[in-house]
């Protein structure tokens, strides 16, 4: 019985991503509550099985989107404009996708006089150069994606009365037994570009210029994790990421895997324990320090002391030893986005299977509703926030000099079996 034939399927872990286990862990504080915040509560809850970038996203991984943001404006401008062979494809109808699919074999001949002529917009005016050097226009960067509001879809009343709504867009709707799916697809336009004067106005009285001036563009700080990004730039890569692996595995006839995203607040803390359960820190615990008196973490250690660590600002992604689950980084460095979104008594009313609390606030609604999840502290914090109990939040339309983030996938099935020191 069944449908036949169907394709083998066998997951590997895809680059630069380590397995995790499901499980179950006590989740919340370890260690008491210092600033008596009453935030978070200690409760036994379950994750799946799921994938999670070994590092935080890099300052190199990080600009791979940013040149196909860019490429992928100048391809459709000369298509715009019939230079070469810049065209997009077309479905049965002869009519262009949308969106539209780039014929990417097409090489951009960027200083050919045709090409340079219909790619000036690009570029910031002459008016606005420094030096008279030429540089992209990074407010031009605008990425556009799609993502399914699949909580809207999967509201009975919406699937099963007749009523009238109005929808993320603003267009009213009157749903009549079966929907139009269309209804949920909700498409975003967002700049990619990181805010690389974070680093100017996070610090008051403070000299960071030449952080600004190179942190996220040198070859020095390659392998450094991307500061200056929002939690929705954070969702529009990972909608990219998606995008370009699947592309990559239709192409070789290969099955779609689930998508990238951010972390769950659950999973983003069950990674950070490694197994160590009851433990408040990554390694263990009870002390930021080895028996040798090294901090085991980038973060701030003494009071206006930021170097005992052997780091000033960030470190690269790399540093120090990872966790029991291969992860580094889990504390200090960069504190880093979670998918969700904060409120005060969330331990109470969420689910303790995937425990997870989600609120898509539009850009009109008040700040309150734009809090999400930080945790891991960062390299400016002290000892407190770099505890995997320790949670905190900031605005999803907000870009700081201490925040990034890394991405997770749910494995595709029960879980692995057989040896762990094989999964990874």
């Not at 169907?6 to 680059?15: I, L, M, T």
């Not at 109808?93 to 539209?100: A, H, N, T």
């Not at 002459?126 to 990074?138: Q, V």
């Not at 969420?350 to 700040?367: G, S």
Request: a negative charge; one cysteine or more.
């Amino acid at each position: 019985m069944g449908a036949y034939p169907r394709p083998d399927f066998y997951q590997v872990n895809p680059y630069g991503m380590n397995y995790i286990h499901f499980g179950s862990f006590v989740m919340g504080p370890s260690d008491q509550d210092v600033p008596h915040a009453n935030v978070t509560k200690s409760k036994t809850v379950s994750v799946q099985a799921f994938y999670m970038d070994d590092t935080e996203l890099t300052n190199n991984e990080y600009r791979q989107f940013i040149t196909w943001v860019k490429d992928s404006i100048a391809h459709r401008i000369l298509g715009e404009e019939g230079i070469g062979e810049h065209t997009f494809e077309e479905n049965e109808y002869g009519e262009e996708l949308d969106p539209p699919v780039i014929n990417w074999d097409e090489r951009i001949r960027w200083n050919d006089e045709e090409e340079r002529e219909a790619l000036a917009d690009m570029y910031l005016p002459e008016n606005e150069r420094f030096y008279s050097r030429k540089e992209f226009d990074s407010r031009k960067l605008k990425f556009e994606y799609y993502w399914i509001d699949l909580h809207a879809a999967a509201n009975k009343s919406g699937r099963d009365l007749d009523l009238s709504y109005t929808n993320r867009k603003g267009q009213n709707n009157a749903i009549r037994g079966h929907v139009d799916r269309s209804q949920f697809i909700v498409k975003e336009v967002i700049n990619v570009y990181p805010d690389t004067l974070v680093w100017i106005h996070d610090f008051t009285y403070s000299f960071n210029e030449p952080m600004t001036n190179a942190y996220f563009w040198h070859p020095a700080f390659d392998e450094y994790p991307l500061v200056g990004v929002t939690w929705t730039q954070a969702k529009a890569f990972n909608v990219w990421r998606t995008q370009l692996m699947n592309t990559w595995l239709s192409s070789n006839g290969e099955s779609f895997v689930q998508h990238f995203r951010l972390p769950s607040e659950a999973e983003w803390e069950f990674a950070a324990r490694g197994g160590l359960d009851l433990n408040p820190y990554p390694w263990g615990g009870p002390y930021v320090r080895n028996i040798l008196g090294c901090p085991l973490a980038n973060y701030k250690p003494l009071r206006g002391d930021y170097v005992e660590d052997n780091g000033f600002h960030t470190v690269p992604a790399a540093s120090y030893e990872p966790n029991d689950y291969g992860l580094y980084c889990m504390a200090g460095n960069v504190a880093e986005w979670t998918n969700t979104a904060y409120d005060e008594s969330v331990y109470d009313f969420a689910h303790d299977l995937n425990p997870e609390y989600t609120y898509d606030a539009l850009a009109n609604e008040p700040p309150a509703l734009k809090r999400k999840v930080i945790r891991g502290g960062s390299w400016k914090d002290i000892g407190y926030y770099i505890q995997t109990g320790t949670r905190t939040y900031e605005y999803q339309d907000t870009a700081k000099a201490y925040i990034g983030f890394r991405s997770v996938m749910t494995y595709l099935g029960r879980g692995k079996s057989g040896d762990p020191e094989t999964w990874n």
